[in-house]
């Protein structure tokens, strides 16, 4: 089976592991702080902050900029529900975008149009880990002052301008999910170059209490400062990723070959054409997966086509199976068009994600293309 996500763990996870087992401390110990100081020297953002995903994280996002009931938020239409869902617990209204067509990414021309005096903030989310154009985002959150954020689950590594993702916004939200770049089983991290921002978030991931139970003076004695809840990350998840971090740059070299390789053997294929996360040599992209677009002869069969893979043994995936206004729940609750987003409904209607990730041998490249050009061929016979 060639899985389309598969975390690569070895004896530094288990060894590591055994060290916080022994200690007896698995939550407030060292390990998130170490895995949050690893995370920032990776990332050069001044302050990370371990979450217990990457919906926390944005949640947290949301709640230090006081986004409440009434306040709109800029959304990429083409994204995971939890980028929403996020700002709409809430009581934040989405203000949805589409897609740039070349590369999945939110159409930056068109979110100006998109902006009132209700809008408190833009958020990014950089597709597959190609970056989004920060810079001219960050011109119109000056010239309207507003806050930006930047979801960055499947960008872990992605670079602008040789800055790591998340290095211009307000707030960076990253995911361990299994099937990320690095995992810790599950989990998140927020990331910020304000100080006051950082504390304000700490505080309300930990329940608004001002020191933990290693910084209390009078054991079992704290003050609340402010409304908190519980998005802490275990020493457990974070000792996990503490091991996968040091990994990262075989895994980002890794996954570069595997794309670079399944891209150079797809290119010319029929009736296909490739979502191109390589294409500008100024980004760097996290290559999360290789999108390929069915064109219109064969786009109808495009579930089959993922049916036929699974029977051949090759996982893939869609990213995303709708986009946003046409999941049933948003499309009734905010009485949404999906034909106003054209490209990014063309992305989530006829792509088809295949893995590069580095479990991903050079074998398995030219199963998945061999595979792939025979499936194709049934269907194009089809039509």
């Known amino acids: 089976m060639i899985h389309f996500g598969k975390p690569i763990l070895d004896k530094s996870e288990k060894n590591n592991l055994t060290k916080i087992f022994k200690s007896g401390i698995l939550t407030h110990g060292p390990e998130a702080e170490k895995f949050e100081n690893d995370f920032t020297k990776l990332t050069k953002i001044k302050y990370s902050l371990t979450t ?5 994280a944005l949640l947290l996002s949301y709640m230090t900029i006081n986004l409440k009931q009434g306040d709109e938020f800029i959304v990429p239409a083409q994204t995971h529900v939890a980028t929403v869902n996020a700002g709409i617990f809430l009581g934040g209204k989405p203000i ?4 740039d067509q070349y590369t999945g990414n939110i159409n930056i021309d068109l979110i100006e149009k998109k902006i009132t005096k209700k809008t408190k903030c833009i958020t990014i989310v950089h597709y597959l880990g190609k970056p989004v154009e920060i810079k001219k985002i960050k011109k119109l959150c000056k010239k309207y002052n507003l806050f930006l954020i930047e979801d960055c689950a499947l960008a872990l590594g992605a ?3 040789k800055k790591h993702v998340g290095f211009y916004s307000d707030f960076a939200c990253f995911s361990f999910y ?9 989990g998140g991290m927020v990331c910020c170059q304000n100080k006051k921002l950082f504390e304000k978030l700490k505080l309300l991931r930990g329940f608004g209490v001002d020191k933990n139970f290693r910084e209390r003076k009078i054991p079992g004695k704290y003050d609340v400062k402010s409304f908190g809840l519980n998005f802490r990350m275990s020493d457990i998840n974070a000792s996990i990723g503490r091991m996968q971090l040091k990994k990262l740059p075989a895994f980002l070299k890794k ?5 670079k390789g399944l891209k150079k053997l797809l290119i010319k294929t029929k009736n296909i054409s490739i979502i191109d996360s390589d294409s500008d040599k100024k980004l760097t992209s996290s290559h999360y997966a290789l999108a390929l677009k069915l064109d219109d002869s064969v786009s109808k069969f495009r579930d089959q086509i993922i049916l036929e893979l699974k029977k051949n043994n090759i996982g893939s995936s869609i990213y995303y199976p709708r986009i946003i206004p046409e999941y049933s729940y948003f499309k009734k609750k905010y009485q949404l068009n999906a034909k ?3 490209f990014a409904k063309a992305i989530s209607d006829k792509s088809i994600c295949l893995p590069v990730a580095p479990h991903i041998r050079k074998s398995d490249l030219k199963i998945i293309f061999y595979k792939l050009t025979l499936i194709l061929n049934s269907f194009i016979k089809k039509k």
């Open 52 to 56: 217990s995903s990457c919906t926390s």
């Open 96 to 99: 949805f975008v589409d897609s």
């Open 159 to 161: 670079k602008y301008y």
């Open 178 to 186: 299994p099937a990320k770049h690095i995992t810790t089983g599950d």
């Open 255 to 259: 996954r570069k070959e595997n794309y």
């Open 340 to 342: 106003k987003y054209k």
